[in-house]
Structure formats: C-alpha cells, structure tokens
Nanobody
C-alpha cells in the first residue's frame, strides 16, 4: 500500500486546512485509517482515526475542531482542521491498517507539513 498525503501548508491561527491521503496499490483489506502528527522535538501522536464502518476516535486536544472522514470507494481519508492553533504546527502523517489473510499490516504516508502562524 502506498499513501500519498496532500493539503498541508501555512495558515493563520483560527484558519482551516483540509488534509487528504489517498491509498493505492494493494488496498484490499484496508480497515482503520487515520492521522498522526509530530511536532519538532516531540513524539508522534494520534490525531484521529476512523474505522471502515465510520467510527471515529479523536485525541483530546482536538476538542471538536477537527473532523476525520473517509471515502471508501476512493481509499482516501481526510482531516478537516478548523479553528487551528499555533500548537497544531507539526508534520501530519496518514496511517492505514490492512488485513492480509490473518496478518495485520500497518502503513505510513510520507507526511505533510502544517504550520499555523500566530
């Protein structure tokens, strides 16, 4: 599975961005999709995940500002980020689980930089 993320950039505090991540290749068996982020000097952390059935999970710091969604027909996961804060500045990575027979595989995208100016 190859993951191509897009949509990062520079935004002012209070603004919005929408990230997209398209999966390609052997996409059969993809289950959970989601987003993580890593700020300079910090560990990578969960932002949001979504199951194949649409169940979502968010980190506490999202506080209702972000929405994760997916288009299963396009094997694409989205992250709509609103009311952004400078502390949201990080490299955002998409992540995908796939079941291949009885084996669970996990894949990471290349990351997209998000910078929020104050």
């Amino acid at each position: 599975v190859q993951l191509q993320a897009s949509g990062g950039g520079l935004v002012q505090a209070g603004g919005s961005l929408r990230l997209s991540c398209a999966a390609s290749g052997s996409t059969f068996g993809i289950t959970n999709m989601g987003w993580y982020r890593q700020a300079p000097g910090k560990q990578r952390e969960l932002v949001a995940t979504i199951t194949g059935g649409g169940r979502t999970n968010y980190a506490d710091f999202v506080q209702g500002r972000f929405t994760v969604s997916r288009d299963n027909a396009k094997n694409t996961v989205y992250l709509q980020m609103n009311r952004m804060k400078p502390e949201d500045t990080a490299v955002y990575y998409c992540n995908v689980d796939r079941w291949y027979g009885s084996r669970r595989e996990n894949f990471w995208g290349q990351g997209t930089q998000v910078t929020v100016s104050s």
